[in-house]
C-alpha cells in the first residue's frame, strides 16, 4: 500500500503544528558570542569549513539588541501572516558560551519581545555546563525551548579534521545530559565532509538513531570562500566528493532510511549566498528541492526508519 508524502518523514512543520495553535516561525539572533575554538581556549580559527555569514540573515547585525533583532526578523515576516508567532533562534557561533547571568539576560530579553513563544539555542557540545542546564531544565517548563548541538560528524578523525575541538564522546555526553532535563534536543549534521563516503553515512544514520534526540538537521557540505577548507580543497580536490543534487538526494533518502522514525527531521539542505559560495552550486530553491526528494521517495516506496532494525530503542 503506498504511504502519503506527509508519513514518509517526520517533518518540523508538522511537529509545530502539534504544539502550537498558531503559525509559528523561528527568527535569527546574532548575540555577539565566539567559540572556544576560535578565541584559543582550545583553538584558532573556527571549523575549517565555516563562514557565519553563510547563514545569519541581513538583521542580524551584532551592533542591534536582541529585541531589535527580532523586531526587524518579524516584519520580515508578519507581512504574509500577520498572526504569525516566533521562536527566537540564537543562531550565529556558540550560543551557551558565557556566564550563566549573561545568557539569562540574553534569553529573557529575547521571551519578553511580543509574540515570542518559545526560544531555540544554537551550541556545541562542550559548552553546556551542569548550571546552564539547571536553569534551563526550570525554563522549559515555561515556555518552547529546544536546544541544538552540532553534532556535524560521528567519526572522531573527521571531528579533528575539522577542527571541532571535542569528541563524539562529548557529543553523545552533552545530548543525553540535557535530553535527561526533559528539553527537546536537537542535533545538526554535515553530509558529505572529506573522507566520509556513503556507508561511513549510513552508519552515522544508525548511530545518531541511538541518542536521543527530538529534532535533525542536515546539510551537503558546501565549500565556502574564506575559509580553509575551501583552501583544501583548491590544493586537494581529489580529496573531496561533492554531490550532485541526484546523487544527494538519494544520499538523503538512504540516510533517512536509517534513523529513528520519531525523530523530526528538520531540513536537508542549505543554500549559502552565491557570492561565498565555490561548490557545488545547484541553482535550486528549497521548495524545488523537497519537491524533487518528495517524489523520489514516493517512487522508491520508502520512507524514515524503513532500514533501522531497533526503530523504538534509545540507548
Known amino acids: 500500500m503506498q504511504m502519503s508524502e506527509r508519513k514518509r518523514y517526520n517533518d518540523f512543520s508538522t511537529y509545530l503544528a502539534g504544539i502550537f495553535p498558531f503559525k509559528v516561525q523561528k527568527v535569527s539572533i546574532n548575540a555577539g558570542f565566539t567559540c572556544p575554538n576560535r578565541d584559543g581556549t582550545k583553538g584558532y580559527g573556527g571549523c ?22 527580532i523586531e526587524e526578523g518579524k516584519s520580515f515576516f508578519a507581512y504574509k501572516y500577520p498572526s504569525m508567532k516566533y521562536l527566537a533562534y540564537f543562531q550565529a557561533y556558540t550560543n551557551t558560551y558565557a556566564g550563566i547571568e549573561k545568557l539569562k539576560a540574553m534569553y529573557e530579553e529575547a521571551l519578553c519581545v511580543p509574540d515570542v513563544v518559545g526560544l531555540v539555542i544554537g551550541t556545541r557540545p562542550d559548552c553546556i555546563p551542569g548550571s546552564l542546564l539547571d536553569y534551563l531544565e526550570e525554563l522549559n517548563k515555561h515556555t518552547f525551548l529546544l536546544v541544538e548541538y552540532g553534532i556535524e560528524s560521528t567519526n572522531d578523525a573527521t571531528l579533528q579534521r575539522i577542527n571541532r575541538g571535542h569528541t563524539y564522546a562529548c557529543t553523545v555526553d552533552a545530548i543525553r545530559r540535557t535530553a535527561e532535563r526533559g528539553i527537546r534536543t536537537g542535533g545538526h549534521v554535515i553530509l558529505g565532509l572529506p573522507g566520509e563516503g556513503h556507508n561511513d553515512l549510513i552508519e552515522q544514520a544508525e548511530r545518531i538513531s541511538e541518542l536521543p534526540l527530538t529534532t535533525l538537521k542536515m546539510h551537503q557540505l558546501q565549500l565556502i570562500r574564506g ?13 573531496f566528493h561533492l554531490y550532485t543534487v541526484d546523487e544527494y538526494i538519494d544520499l538523503v533518502i538512504d540516510y533517512i532510511e536509517h534513523l529513528r522514525k520519531d525523530i523530526v527531521l528538520e531540513r ?38 524503513k532500514a533501522l532494525q531497533k526503530n523504538n530503542i534509545v540507548s
Do not use: V
Not at 48 to 69: H, L, S
Open 227 to 239: 575559509t580553509r577548507m575551501a583552501n583544501e580543497y583548491i590544493t586537494n580536490p581529489a580529496g
Open 48 to 69: 575549517t569549513y565555516c563562514n557565519n555569514q553563510t547563514f545569519n540573515p541581513a538583521y542580524c547585525k551584532t551592533e542591534k539588541t536582541i529585541k531589535e533583532q
Open 268 to 305: 536537508f539542505i542549505s543554500q549559502s549566498p552565491k557570492h561565498l559560495l565555490i561548490s557545488p552550486d545547484w541553482d535550486l530553491k528549497n521548495y524545488e528541492f523537497m519537491a524533487r526528494l518528495r517524489k523520489r521517495m514516493n517512487t522508491r516506496d520508502t520512507w524514515q526508519g
